[in-house]
């Protein structure tokens, strides 16, 4: 027998994230998700136009969930994500701390993320 615990919404909502699956990962967004730290990311399809963006600037793409946490109204991801810049070759790698708050009907409303790169710097090549 087996003592397998569901994974927390924030880990189920990179994984939809990760895999384009945006509809699906709509439905862990509350319809007035924002983001704290990034000022462009002020809805759902700023987020999916973020992922994007980063999904066309580096190949091979991979993310790693490191640890999830939850605490009350709060989940906590820390991920690491790692790809090739097209354009020189480079392996550009970053790791984030992403923190989201939910709302009273259980989705996120708020995220708060702190992000260390392991190289260069991905989001200077990007547009957004």
Same mark, same amino acid.
Request: with cysteine; hydrophobic share 35%.
């Given at each position: ?30 319809? @007035?998700?924002? $983001? ?6 002020? #809805? =759902? +399809? ?38 090739? @810049?097209?354009? $020189? ?6 790791? #984030? =701390? +992403? ?30």
């Amino acid at each position: 027998m087996t003592d397998k615990k569901p994974k927390p919404s924030v880990e189920r909502l990179y994984e939809c994230l990760t895999d384009g699956r945006y509809e699906e990962a709509r439905a862990f967004l509350h319809p @007035d998700y924002h $983001s704290n730290t990034q000022p462009y990311e002020t #809805s =759902a +399809d700023a987020l999916f136009e973020e992922v994007e963006a980063i999904k066309q600037a580096m190949t091979s793409l991979k993310r790693e969930t490191i640890l999830t946490m939850v605490d009350g109204d709060m989940e906590v991801i820390l991920q690491r994500v790692e790809g090739i @810049d097209p354009s $020189s070759g480079d392996t550009v790698a970053y790791r #984030s =701390a +992403d923190f989201f708050r939910k709302g009273s009907d259980g989705r996120f409303v708020e995220h708060w993320d702190a992000i260390t790169f392991d190289g260069g710097d991905l989001f200077d090549s990007i547009d957004l």
